[in-house]
């Protein structure tokens, strides 16, 4: 099950939000070698924890956050990121959501160090920003409207649910897969310091805008009005 919209695109142009995928795009071409890129840019950029330890290969804790291991990977991520991050960016401006975004990557990187600091193993991807920005997008739109699509073997349907629904239960799925030791080579605690740090920065603009007022005021949603969009050859399921 994943994310493909919410029914309220934002206002303005994201600017950021676009120039960090196509960021994310262009670094996975320079480091894959299928596209002519260069393995040992990646293994130079990648974050080391046993490293950062040590003092060593410190812009890992930056870089990582710009290199993917394939292309499920970083469709993925970006998918989530196209889908959540402009209404977050159209509240918290270019630069503020641009800052946001870094400073979650920085807190999910430092729980996966805290978690394995010895770890030789190299983490790469935006997850744990992206998770950042998923908890951003839980505190201020819990009931925007999100399609999603469901694929269950060979059937794909599409329905709409509030973002709360997806959020938590993708949350709660890190939290159970971190806490059983699951071993798909997944960075299931820094997806979930990422949604936390997202959660806890957001909390200052969030009671800005005016705490649960903000709520009351725009229903949980983005606060400008939804579109329509045309049918989709997707079959939906009724309710």
């Known amino acids: 099950m994943f994310p493909i919209r919410d029914h309220n695109p934002s206002e303005r142009t994201p600017h950021v939000t676009y120039g960090l995928i196509v960021l994310n795009l262009a670094l996975f071409l320079l480091t894959m070698p299928w596209a002519g890129g260069q393995v040992g840019l990646w293994d130079r950029l990648a974050l080391y924890p046993v490293a950062i330890t040590h003092g060593a290969w410190l812009w890992g804790l ?12 970083i469709a993925g991520n970006m998918l ?7 209404n977050l960016e159209d509240q918290m401006g270019p630069l503020g ?6 400073a979650c990557g920085l807190a999910a990187a430092a729980g996966q160090i805290a978690a394995d600091p010895g770890s030789g193993v190299p983490m790469v991807g935006a997850s744990g920003a992206i998770a950042g920005v998923m908890g951003g997008y839980l505190l ?8 999603v699509i469901a694929i ?13 629904v997806l959020l938590l239960a ?9 806490a059983i030791g699951t071993e798909d080579g997944v960075a299931y605690v820094a997806h979930a310091g990422g949604f936390l740090a997202g959660i806890v920065l957001a909390l200052p603009l969030f009671l800005r805008r005016g705490g649960p007022a ?12 939804a579109l329509e969009f045309p049918p989709s050859r997707i079959p939906q399921v009724r309710r």
């Open 80 to 86: 989530f990121l196209w889908v959540f991050g402009d």
């Open 97 to 102: 959501f641009l800052g946001f975004y870094l």
């Open 170 to 178: 993708w949350f709660g799925i890190q939290l159970v897969s971190g």
């Open 152 to 164: 269950i073997i060979v059937i794909i349907r599409r329905f709409t649910i509030p973002a709360w």
């Open 62 to 73: 930056v870089t990582h956050m710009f290199l993917h291991a394939g292309i499920m990977h």
């Open 214 to 225: 903000f709520w009351r005021r725009t229903h949980g949603r983005p606060p400008h009005a």
């Open 140 to 147: 201020m739109f819990p009931r925007a409207r999100v399609d």
